[in-house]
């Protein structure tokens, strides 16, 4: 099967110049190809382990603690508005009003 | 040349507490030295991203009160890894997306070192995001061995292991998710540990694989780890996967018997593919744990072939979704400044998780990292500690692995199949190659079983002095 870097690359929010495309579509197979042993493991039965902690549920008390101030969690935004984050486009910019 | 006998920082921790609290030194001295050691040194070895402001950290010096209920940590110079969030000092995480990131809170690790007295001077140079095992991986200038300028310094936790064995600091708290601790800590020859996961709280640990990373000491003896250890273990309710058990007072219990005692030594990690000189050095290593009274046996770990492959299906999918994050709105630059190393583990990651591809590569994944859990379990019940190697051969030059990305990944067999079962491992000096090149072992350990693996480490330090030898520069 072939993978589709170009596909990759936008689920994962990453806008390639040619030459990163080029570099990561020779470079990403291989590795994939190595990894590849995992499909032909006979495993049915078995359990998924997503995490290796002993603890479940591990809740808070329901009270009101210090946190950011709004200047403080601003501080690094690159571009922001009367306090707030200015967030690109979602949707497309639509221009018939 | 090094005139390490002369240096302050080459001393234990607990020497120097001993010192400060006499009042023979004082923390300003640790903190001169320090700096004067970075500006001397750290030109070759680009070991520091961000130096701290020196105002602030001989500050810290100049108003700490040492006295006998002080922590031994209290006035002694230390660095994190630039991977740990520090407030009002730049974090990067090693990569330019950061670059300009001031962090607005601490890392509870470094919250807790603040508060045991210790001095904070910089924030340690590795692979970005903790992707790779070279140090190489940086935007901030490839870090350079101390023991061979042009070889590696490991990683990704490099920039801490080679500030440490050069003297600049007196420890260093660097994170493993795949060996990112033990690995430069052999390379560099100084000592590491990768905790239990859960054992230290990664609440300001810049995340990497949130399911297999972990927060932990490094520093130039095993005496050293258990000091640090006492001091960053435990419950944080911070980070909801930190564990309640109980720390030990790992410092008061290092020595021990070892009578009785069995090392596991797992036979597929010792076959072809592994360098002869290392595997000669630790068999070595397993017969002085005999002369101690220990039993050496074999045992199986039929997994541990798949090790690789399960620890990047895991690892790059959990990477592809922790770095989605960094989108440029509410902090960092644009996600185009990602390494290639990055990129196409963030790729991969994506591709494991796909629609259509998810059951077959993620899930399964996670499938077999449950068949390797009951494995060790299984190899546990015939021994107390396994004994391994750390890297499977020579240190590698500067561009040899960074430039092959399949080697690269293959790098590290040993190490991670310990993050992927949660297990603790403790990276030590084993002895050094024909050509004067370190060689650590680890000493792998149960859940929980920190205490057990630093009473290993500290006898075998006892009877070696591989940890005391240093670089000339």
Same mark, same amino acid.
């Given at each position: ?97 | ?17 001993? $010192? ?12 001169? +030295?320090?700096?004067? /050691?970075?500006?001397? $040194? ?62 607005? %809170? ?43 300028? +042009? ?154 072939? %798949? ?10 999918? +959990? ?5 989605? /994050?960094?989108?440029?709105? /509410? ?78 990944? $293959? ?11 949660? $297990? ?35 006898? %075998? ?13």
């Amino acid at each position: 099967m072939k993978i589709s870097i170009k596909n990759l690359a936008q689920l994962a929010n990453l806008e390639l110049s040619s030459s990163q495309l080029q570099t990561l579509e020779e470079s990403i197979p291989s590795v994939i190809e190595h990894m590849d042993e995992i499909k032909h493991l006979d495993l049915s039965g078995v359990k998924q382990t997503n995490a290796v902690i002993e603890e479940e549920n591990v809740y808070r008390e329901d009270d009101v603690e210090h946190s950011l101030t709004q200047d403080e969690a601003l501080k690094n935004a690159p571009n922001t508005y009367n306090g707030f984050l200015v967030v690109p486009y979602v949707f497309e910019e639509n221009t018939d009003a | 040349m090094f005139l390490r006998r002369t240096q302050m920082l080459n001393k234990s921790i607990s020497e120097l507490s001993k $010192l400060l609290k006499t009042r023979q030194i004082s923390s300003v001295d640790l903190v001169k +030295e320090s700096y004067a /050691r970075i500006e001397s $040194l750290d030109p070759k070895l680009h070991s520091f991203i961000t130096i701290r402001d020196k105002k602030d950290a001989f500050n810290d010096a100049e108003n700490i009160v040492i006295d006998n209920t002080s922590s031994p940590l209290a006035g002694i110079p230390f660095s994190l890894k630039d991977a740990y969030v520090t407030e009002n000092v730049r974090t990067t995480a090693g990569n330019k997306v950061l670059d300009a990131f001031i962090p607005p %809170y601490n890392a509870t690790v470094y919250t807790l070192l603040k508060n045991a007295g210790g001095i904070l001077v910089g924030k340690n140079n590795q692979d970005a995001w903790g992707h790779g095992g070279s140090t190489e991986n940086t935007s901030y200038q490839t870090a350079h061995n101390p023991w061979d300028l +042009e070889r590696i310094t490991g990683g990704s936790s490099g920039g801490s292991a080679a500030s440490i064995v050069s003297g600049m600091v007196s420890f260093a708290i660097g994170e493993d998710t795949g060996g990112s601790i033990r690995n430069p800590s052999s390379i560099c020859n100084i000592s590491g540990l990768k905790v239990t996961y859960g054992r230290v709280s990664r609440y300001g640990a810049i995340a990497y694989a949130s399911s297999l990373d972990s927060v932990g000491p490094m520093a130039k003896s095993v005496e050293d780890l258990a000091i640090i250890l006492e001091a960053i273990a435990g419950k944080d309710p911070k980070d909801a996967t930190s564990s309640q058990r109980p720390v030990d007072q790992y410092s008061l219990h290092l020595q021990t018997n070892l009578k009785g005692k069995k090392i596991g030594l797992p036979k597929e990690f010792f076959v072809e593919g592994l360098d002869p000189q290392c595997k000669e050095i630790l068999l070595k290593a397993a017969k002085q744990f005999e002369k101690e009274g220990a039993e050496i046996v074999e045992v199986s770990i039929p997994y541990l072939r %798949y090790g690789v492959s399960i620890y990047y299906l895991i690892a790059m999918s +959990e990477t592809s979704s922790n770095l989605a /994050r960094y989108d440029a709105v /509410r902090y960092g630059d644009k996600r185009e400044l990602f390494s290639p190393e990055t990129m196409r583990r963030i790729m991969i990651g994506t591709y494991a998780l796909s629609a259509g591809y998810a059951d077959e590569l993620y899930k399964k994944a996670q499938k077999a990292r449950t068949v390797l859990i009951q494995e060790f379990d299984q190899a546990f019940e015939k021994c107390d500690v396994l004994l391994s190697p750390v890297i499977p051969g020579k240190i590698r030059k500067i561009g040899e692995l960074i430039n092959d990305p399949v080697q690269n990944l $293959l790098e590290d067999l040993y190490t991670v199949p310990i993050n992927l079962v949660g $297990l603790p491992s403790l990276a030590i000096p084993a002895g050094f190659t024909s050509d004067d090149l370190p060689i650590g072992m680890q000493l792998i350990g149960k859940k929980f079983a920190e205490q057990e693996i630093l009473q290993f480490g500290h006898v %075998y330090q006892q009877m070696t002095d591989w940890h005391i030898r240093e670089p000339g520069m």
